[in-house]
């Protein structure tokens, strides 16, 4: 016999109450409301939660409680929407709204299928790192984006944070960084006690259109040392168990200070951003799409492909806008990279000020504020027809 509670709309419940019921289980109480929910299950403290995944029903805070106290949780969903959703607040069992009792049974004990929606039956997840030169080209607006794009795909992902020079993720996001996780991470890592379970506890979840995990950077670039690279290849190579994409925010340095450092074993400021390019499967690389950024673009553009050591290399010029290039700024952007760079079909992200300001103020996404922003669209199009493999795009659709 199982303790249950359901949250689910009133003709559902009455249905499966009773098929519960006659399978010898015992409905506690039930929940109108996600509030209702999460008050009854810290009350009762049941053995499981069969819930609609409507936002009515399914909230990150409920799933938190159901977590805290041990309840094992099956969501019901009622369409392609909803399934979404689910998956955005990180649940993925699920099943159909229409089931009936003995599927939600094998659920319940552990025997169910997982969500259809995700790419969680690839062996490792993939490892996205964005980098582009100095001066502001765009890195951490575009390693924000590439992870809300991949969360509203379905995907389990998290986004770190791996500047030492200037974290910038969760200010823009609007999340406290007083405790940054990536460097909690790290620091258990190093003694190899990193968990995805310590790692759930030391992220903070984005919750919007599409909800990711991120692991904040630190808020003192003093505090470098704390993020070694042999620790961050170890936090990758965890994240990678734990969620289908990793997205890393770098810095833009690539220098090795070894020359001027007596000492070979001590670590280096840039070793973070080295290891996370090398450890990475796609490069995403940032430029600003005029001619002060093109020229430190193209230069640093050597100096990336030796540092990280992997061919999968994406070209993104942002900020595209006549206004800094001239008539044709498409164009232009396109002739210049292949013609100093041999670098072909560079992905183009018009500037948008209005939709990029009101994401800041509102700490949102893209995806949030502006969701038919043109530079959001370029966004979407370079997550789905570059970073994410066509089997996977198979299943989604």
Request: with cysteine.
């Amino acid at each position: 016999m199982v303790a249950l509670v359901f949250g689910l709309p009133a003709a559902d419940e009455a249905r499966l109450r009773t098929d519960a019921i006659r399978h010898g289980h015992e409905v506690l109480a039930s929940g109108g409301s996600a509030q209702e929910l999460e008050v009854v299950v810290r009350a009762l403290r049941p053995a499981a939660a069969v819930v609609s995944a409507s936002p009515q029903y399914l909230t990150p805070r409920v799933l938190a409680a159901c977590d805290e106290v041990g309840v094992r949780m099956v969501a019901l969903v009622a369409g392609e929407v909803e399934r979404r959703h689910a998956a955005s607040v990180g649940l993925y069992e699920t099943t159909d709204a229409t089931a009936d009792w003995p599927t939600i049974e094998l659920m319940l004990g552990g025997a169910g299928q997982p969500a259809a929606v995700t790419a969680s039956s690839a062996p490792r997840g993939q490892v996205i790192a964005v980098w582009g030169p100095s001066g502001a080209p765009g890195r951490t607006t575009l390693a924000i984006g590439i992870a809300s794009e991949l969360a509203a795909l379905g995907h389990r992902v998290v986004l770190a944070d791996v500047d030492t020079h200037g974290a910038s993720v969760a200010p823009t996001l609007g999340l406290l960084d007083e405790a940054p996780g990536f460097a909690a991470a790290c620091r258990l890592a190093g003694s190899d006690t990193l968990t995805g379970e310590e790692l759930e506890r030391v992220s903070e979840t984005y919750v919007g259109a599409s909800s990711f995990r991120v692991l904040t950077g630190i808020g003192a670039p003093r505090r470098w040392p704390e993020l070694s690279a042999e620790r961050v290849a170890g936090v990758i190579a965890r994240c990678r168990e734990w969620v289908d994409y990793t997205v890393i925010d770098t810095a833009s340095s690539l220098e090795n200070d070894e020359e001027i450092s007596s000492d070979l074993f001590a670590p280096r400021r840039n070793g973070a951003t080295v290891a996370a390019l090398r450890e990475a499967d796609r490069v995403v690389a940032v430029g600003s799409a005029d001619p002060v950024g093109m020229s430190r673009f193209l230069r640093a553009h050597v100096e990336l492909l030796e540092a990280s050591g992997t061919p999968r290399v994406d070209v993104v010029m942002n900020r595209v806008r006549a206004s800094a290039i001239g008539l044709g700024p498409a164009a232009q952007v396109r002739q210049t990279l292949a013609r100093f760079g041999g670098i072909d079909d560079p992905v183009l992200v018009p500037h948008d000020q209005n939709a990029l300001d009101g994401a800041v103020l509102s700490g949102r996404t893209l995806l949030d504020v502006s969701p038919r922003s043109g530079a959001r669209r370029a966004i979407a199009d370079l997550v789905a027809l570059r970073l994410v493999p066509r089997a996977a795009r198979r299943r989604e659709r």
